[in-house]
């Protein structure tokens, strides 16, 4: 291996460590739907994730323990563990990755069971006119 190509991989090592993928609004609508949000929710659930993580998928709360780009709680919803655990069967490490298909997974369980106020920032600023967080998109 050539130095040239040493310092690329080592780069594309540090990168891939400190994996922190912030998504842009309109992308984030459109991942969400492929893993099974309604049309009809994507300005709700990007309002959500803006005010929760402003859609940096590695957000952590640690006063709170709240995790990823829906900050979902370590109290109810998965475990800090090594073994998945909480009512989304999961370790909440999962929810801190690029590839939002898991925690968006755990989101809709989460909602199925308590509805959107199972956000604060739902009441606080995402129950009224949502659609300018998906205009343009
Ligand atoms: C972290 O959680 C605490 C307790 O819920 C909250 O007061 C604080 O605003 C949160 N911090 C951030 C950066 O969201």
Redesign the pocket.
Known sequence: MSSKSAIFVFAAFVLALGRAKIYDRCEFGRAIQTYGVPADQVAVWTCIAQRESNFDTAAV?W??G?HGIFQISELFWCSTGDTPGGGCNARCAQFEQDDIAEATACALYIYSQMGFTAWTTYLQYCNGDVSSYVAGC
């Open positions: 709360n006063s709170s709240d």
